[in-house]
C-alpha cells in the first residue's frame, strides 16, 4: 500500500474538480481526502495500491470537463493507513 500527495494547478476550481476525483478514487478503492487551496490549486492526499493511485494521477492531469490542468505535482510518501474513505474536504 501506499500514500501519495498530490497538487494540481490550472482551472481546477469551479468545474467539479473535487466532486468527480473523489468520484475517481472511491471507483478505484482509493481512501483520503481532496480539498480546494485558497491559491487556486486542488490538493489531493489518498492511499491505497500503487497501481490505483497511478490510475488517479492520470485521471488528475485531465481532469473533468471544463478543467484546465497545467502541472500536477506528486510526492510519495508513508503509507498510514489513516482513512476510512475518501471525501471532500471544506
Same mark, same amino acid.
Given at each position: *500500500?501506499? $500514500? @501519495? ?7 481546477? #476550481?469551479?468545474?467539479?474538480? %473535487?466532486?468527480?476525483? *473523489?468520484? =475517481? @478514487?472511491?471507483?478505484? &478503492?482509493? =481512501? ?5 487551496? %485558497? ?15 497511478? $490510475?488517479?494521477?492520470?485521471?488528475? =492531469? /485531465? ?9 500536477? #505535482?506528486? @510526492?510519495?510518501? #508513508?503509507? /498510514? &493507513?489513516?482513512? $476510512? ?6
Amino acid at each position: *500500500m501506499e $500514500r @501519495a500527495h498530490i497538487f494540481i494547478s490550472g482551472i481546477v #476550481q469551479g468545474v467539479y474538480y %473535487r466532486y468527480n476525483a *473523489m468520484k =475517481k @478514487a472511491q471507483e478505484l &478503492g482509493l =481512501k483520503g481526502w481532496v480539498r480546494n487551496l %485558497r491559491d487556486g490549486r486542488v490538493e489531493v492526499v489518498c492511499e491505497g495500491r500503487r497501481e490505483d493511485i497511478d $490510475r488517479l494521477i492520470e485521471w488528475c =492531469k /485531465k481532469g473533468p470537463p471544463g478543467a484546465y490542468v497545467e502541472s500536477v #505535482q506528486v @510526492a510519495f510518501e #508513508q503509507f /498510514k &493507513g489513516e482513512f $476510512r474513505t475518501f471525501e471532500i474536504l471544506y
